[in-house]
Nanobody
Framework: VQLQASGGGLVQAGGSLRLSCTAS????????MGWHRQAPGKGRELVAS???????DYADSVRGRFTISRDSAKNTVNLQLNRLQPEDTAVYYC???????????????WGQGTMVTVSS
């Protein structure tokens, strides 16, 4: 099982990006999915999460600007980033709690990270 993230890049303040992350492999289903980020010199923090039933949660710093969504049929989680600010600059990691075929539970499965850079 692996998660592949894409969509990062360089954008000016006020701009938008869309991140996507797809899980692949021997997957039965996925519980919670989410995005975390790690800015230079800082720890990793939760940005947004979404449950299997679609309930969402956001960090206060991004609420109203970012939107998380998922396509469970495609094992994909997306993050729409609007009104980006320089302090949003970070490596963004997707995370999923995966139930593999055979019933093995693989919580906290991480993608490789995608860089978002916001210039002022």
């Amino acid at each position: 099982v692996q998660l592949q993230a894409s969509g990062g890049g360089l954008v000016q303040a006020g701009g938008s990006l869309r991140l996507s992350c797809t899980a692949s492999g021997s997957i039965s289903s996925i519980d919670d999915m989410g995005w975390h980020r790690q800015a230079p010199g800082k720890g990793r923090e939760l940005v947004a999460s979404i449950t299997r039933t679609g309930k969402t949660d956001y960090a206060d710093s991004v609420r109203g600007r970012f939107t998380i969504s998922r396509d469970s049929a495609k094992n994909t989680v997306n993050l729409q980033l609007n009104r980006l600010q320089p302090e949003d600059t970070a490596v963004y990691y997707c995370k999923a709690d995966i139930i593999a075929l055979g019933g093995h539970y693989l919580p906290n499965s991480w993608g490789q990270g995608t860089m978002v850079t916001v210039s002022s």
